[in-house]
């Protein structure tokens, strides 16, 4: 059959127009084209957002680096100046300049902690580094106070401060390891996780080999044992206070019953063992029936010995109808009744309707701090609601009381505002460092501060200060 | 009909965009004292735990202050990097009511009651998966934590 050409090409025009025609026609054509737009739209909006948080980002990273970059370079900066001091401190002769360079020591030594505890590192990776710098400092801080009173250091104390040296130098050969990973690029804050959104990550992410073998310096070192806070010896101490058998969980719930009532307990259950601590207990949680609405109540009851070793019940409390001294009769009676014989209140702060009163031993006519004990009642009707005797059990001991070598008169004399003194007692109080000190207690006030002074009674040192706060929460009782 | 798709496409979007963005929660102002740090913590780390386990986490905070291998501050321990997860997902600054139960916990904690002998980690152990804190030698359990040193 013939075709024209002409017709072929009209036909088909014609078929789009009436296609075209039939497609502008049918419903939905433009709402389509509409909504194309604006899904169109909506995706650049998106995408010029993304762009913008992108960028921020970037800069809050930058930000964040350039912190824990200086965190790390004063750091640093402050191992080298440790190290040159602990070699200074081999080669003086003089204690005072011995003091001095320890005094540096220890100063250094706490802006290291300082910017140690700043760094981006996971739990536990650089432990031992932060344990070396407490020591270090802390071991200088009390070599300084020995050579302030003009002793010089003897064999033991410069033959450590020549160990700890070799540390230091060993600490800065790591660190310098790792600052040059982190210039050449090779380490990144953000790889050392300890920050930022994990939301696939299911396990420790790997400490990096700089890392490690920074803490890794100090795997062999020796215990450090002195008279300061972070000695090795304040870590394993045991309780001084507890004696007798072990008790079963049996009896240890009768211990309660004792102190609270036996008909006073509801629901009474064991939560848990505990062990490993400084005391092994049993953990009790249990049901009080009061003159208040019944609240859970949890209590510790020591494997040796039985003894109650904190007790806490909260609950709510209503108006205040008892005053402080009613309060501390009630804590004192409480503690009769649980065997703590010869107690003294000396501190109490008073906060939402609750006092805790601190009472402390006392030995013929002593007052011994270390065996603190602390009693909470509450001020609406007087129901104990809290008891911690951790102190006393860790420390109460009959002690060997020496007489005093000063008289009282001549402790007065070394205190420095005599004239302002109020009254004097004996007392023995802790030290931080796990020992005790005889002392004469004077408590004195000054303008308006009250304050306590206390001088040793075997050598007539003054020992500590306390300012006395009176604040709306609480007071000193003496 | 068209146009509703688009208005569901688009909330997906939007919803996407708000569960990929780090929360905040809400900032207070004025001075934050020893206390309320520790509770603003306490609160962020165990608030639906029995008393008890709230005091033991304000006890473990103290721990560690006096601890060597920590910072010697309560902010320094509560504010080292990675320590607290209630610090990475701003619970730490909720703001918290002073006669609440955490403010008594805190309290408590700082007067010395301390259920957990000293221990100086804490963990979860539906929920934990690192290695390195199930190395720690277990003291006592509490509620939902594990307490270790």
Same mark, same amino acid.
């Given at each position: 059959?013939?075709?024209?050409?002409? %017709?072929?090409?009209?036909?088909?025009?014609?078929?789009?127009?009436?296609?075209?025609?039939?497609?502008?026609?049918?419903?939905?054509?433009?709402?389509?084209?509409?909504?194309?737009?604006?899904?169109?739209?909506?995706?650049?909006?998106?995408?010029?957002?993304?762009?913008?948080?992108?960028?921020?980002?970037?800069?809050?990273?930058?930000?964040?680096?350039?912190?824990?970059?200086?965190?790390?370079? %004063?750091?640093?900066?402050?191992?080298?100046?440790?190290?040159?001091?602990?070699?200074?401190?081999?080669?003086?002769?003089?204690?005072?300049?011995?003091?001095?360079?320890?005094?540096?020591? =220890?100063?250094?030594?706490?802006?290291?902690?300082?910017?140690?505890?700043?760094?981006?590192?996971?739990?536990?990776?650089?432990?031992?580094?932060?344990?070396?710098?407490?020591?270090?400092?802390?071991?200088?801080?009390?070599?300084?106070?020995?050579?302030?009173?003009?002793?010089?250091?003897?064999?033991?104390?410069?033959?450590?401060?020549?160990?700890?040296?070799?540390?230091?130098?060993?600490?800065?050969?790591?660190?310098?390891?790792?600052?040059? %990973?982190?210039?050449?690029?090779?380490?990144?804050?953000?790889?050392?996780?300890?920050?930022?959104?994990?939301?696939?990550?299911?396990?420790?992410?790997?400490?990096?080999?700089?890392?490690?073998?920074?803490?890794?310096?100090?795997?062999?070192?020796?215990?450090?044992?002195?008279?300061?806070?972070?000695?090795?010896?304040?870590?394993?101490?045991?309780?001084?206070?507890?004696?007798?058998?072990?008790?079963?969980?049996?009896?240890?719930?009768?211990?309660?019953?004792?102190?609270?009532?036996?008909?006073?307990?509801?629901?009474?259950?064991?939560?848990?063992?505990?062990?490993?601590?400084?005391?092994?207990?049993?953990?009790?949680?249990?049901?009080?029936?009061?003159?208040?609405?019944?609240?859970?109540?949890?209590?510790?009851?020591?494997?040796?010995?039985?003894?109650?070793?904190?007790?806490?019940?909260?609950?709510?409390?209503?108006?205040?109808?008892?005053?402080?001294?009613?309060?501390?009769?009630?804590?004192?009676?409480?503690?009769?009744?649980?065997?703590?014989?010869?107690?003294?209140?000396?501190?109490?702060?008073?906060?939402?309707?609750?006092?805790?009163?601190?009472?402390?031993?006392?030995?013929?006519?002593?007052?011994?701090?270390?065996?603190?004990?602390?009693?909470?009642?509450?001020?609406?009707?007087?129901?104990?609601?809290?008891?911690?005797?951790?102190?006393?059990?860790?420390?109460?001991?009959?002690?060997?009381?020496?007489?005093?070598?000063?008289?009282?008169?001549?402790?007065?004399?070394?205190?420095?505002?005599?004239?302002?003194?109020?009254?004097?007692?004996?007392?023995?109080?802790?030290?931080?460092?796990?020992?005790?000190?005889?002392?004469?207690?004077?408590?004195?006030?000054?303008?308006?501060?009250?304050?306590?002074?206390?001088?040793?009674?075997?050598?007539?040192?003054?020992?500590?200060?306390?300012?006395?706060?009176?604040?709306?929460?609480?007071?000193?009782?003496? | 009909?068209?146009?509703?798709?688009?208005?569901?496409?688009?909330?997906?979007?939007?919803?996407?965009?708000?569960?990929?963005?780090?929360?905040?929660?809400?900032?207070?102002?004025?001075?934050?004292?020893?206390?309320?740090?520790?509770?603003?913590?306490?609160?962020?780390?165990?608030?639906?735990?029995?008393?008890?386990?709230?005091?033991?986490?304000?006890?473990?905070?103290?721990?560690?202050?006096?601890?060597?291998?920590?910072?010697?501050?309560?902010?320094?321990?509560?504010?080292?990097?990675?320590?607290?997860?209630?610090?990475?997902?701003?619970?730490?600054?909720?703001?918290?009511?002073?006669?609440?139960?955490?403010?008594?916990?805190?309290?408590?904690?700082?007067?010395?009651?301390?259920?957990?002998?000293?221990?100086?980690?804490? =963990?979860?152990?539906?929920?934990?998966?690192?290695? =390195?804190?199930?190395?720690?030698?277990?003291?006592?359990?509490?509620?939902?934590?594990?307490?270790?040193?």
């Amino acid at each position: 059959m013939d075709y024209d050409e002409k %017709e072929y090409i009209l036909e088909n025009r014609r078929e789009r127009r009436v296609s075209e025609h039939e497609r502008d026609e049918s419903p939905g054509y433009h709402a389509r084209n509409k909504a194309k737009n604006v899904v169109i739209a909506i995706l650049a909006l998106t995408t010029l957002f993304g762009a913008y948080q992108y960028h921020r980002a970037v800069l809050l990273r930058r930000q964040l680096d350039a912190q824990y970059n200086r965190a790390f370079y %004063e750091m640093t900066g402050y191992v080298q100046d440790m190290e040159v001091l602990l070699s200074k401190a081999m080669l003086t002769s003089s204690p005072q300049k011995a003091a001095d360079i320890l005094k540096d020591i =220890w100063h250094r030594a706490e802006l290291v902690s300082t910017n140690l505890g700043q760094l981006p590192v996971q739990q536990g990776a650089l432990v031992n580094t932060q344990k070396f710098i407490s020591q270090v400092g802390d071991y200088a801080k009390t070599l300084n106070g020995q050579n302030v009173k003009g002793q010089v250091m003897n064999q033991d104390q410069m033959d450590t401060i020549k160990s700890l040296h070799q540390y230091a130098v060993s600490l800065n050969d790591n660190l310098d390891k790792f600052h040059g %990973e982190l210039s050449a690029g090779t380490m990144k804050w953000e790889n050392l996780a300890g920050g930022g959104a994990k939301l696939f990550s299911k396990s420790d992410v790997e400490v990096p080999m700089s890392i490690s073998n920074i803490d890794g310096t100090f795997e062999e070192m020796p215990t450090l044992i002195y008279d300061g806070p972070f000695s090795e010896h304040m870590t394993n101490q045991k309780a001084l206070g507890l004696s007798g058998e072990n008790v079963s969980e049996d009896q240890a719930i009768e211990n309660l019953g004792k102190l609270f009532g036996k008909e006073n307990i509801r629901n009474i259950q064991k939560v848990s063992d505990n062990k490993n601590g400084v005391i092994d207990t049993y953990n009790f949680s249990f049901e009080l029936e009061g003159k208040k609405e019944k609240s859970v109540a949890e209590a510790d009851v020591s494997v040796v010995g039985g003894r109650v070793v904190w007790f806490l019940y909260n609950r709510d409390v209503g108006d205040v109808e008892l005053d402080i001294d009613k309060a501390k009769e009630i804590g004192k009676q409480f503690l009769e009744k649980s065997g703590f014989k010869n107690m003294r209140d000396t501190y109490y702060t008073e906060q939402q309707g609750v006092a805790t009163i601190n009472y402390a031993y006392e030995q013929d006519g002593v007052t011994v701090y270390a065996d603190l004990v602390k009693v909470k009642v509450a001020l609406d009707n007087g129901e104990i609601v809290g008891f911690e005797s951790k102190g006393y059990l860790m420390s109460h001991r009959e002690r060997d009381i020496p007489t005093p070598v000063l008289s009282e008169a001549e402790a007065l004399r070394k205190v420095a505002r005599k004239e302002n003194i109020v009254s004097t007692g004996l007392a023995i109080i802790p030290t931080d460092y796990g020992s005790e000190l005889f002392c004469y207690e004077f408590k004195g006030k000054l303008d308006d501060q009250d304050f306590l002074v206390y001088i040793n009674a075997i050598t007539g040192e003054e020992e500590d200060i306390l300012l006395i706060i009176n604040s709306e929460e609480g007071i000193l009782t003496m | 009909m068209k146009f509703r798709k688009i208005i569901v496409i688009f909330a997906l979007f939007v919803g996407l965009f708000i569960v990929l963005y780090p929360g905040q929660a809400q900032n207070s102002s004025g001075r934050v004292s020893d206390v309320q740090l520790l509770a603003r913590a306490i609160n962020g780390e165990a608030r639906g735990e029995p008393y008890e386990g709230q005091v033991a986490v304000g006890a473990v905070i103290l721990n560690r202050v006096k601890d060597s291998r920590f910072p010697n501050s309560i902010a320094g321990v509560i504010y080292q990097p990675g320590a607290f997860t209630a610090v990475s997902d701003g619970q730490i600054n909720v703001p918290i009511d002073p006669n609440s139960t955490v403010v008594k916990a805190a309290q408590d904690a700082l007067n010395g009651w301390d259920p957990t002998y000293g221990c100086l980690y804490y =963990w979860n152990p539906a929920t934990a998966t690192s290695k =390195w804190i199930w190395s720690r030698q277990i003291v006592t359990k509490i509620g939902k934590h594990n307490f270790g040193k």
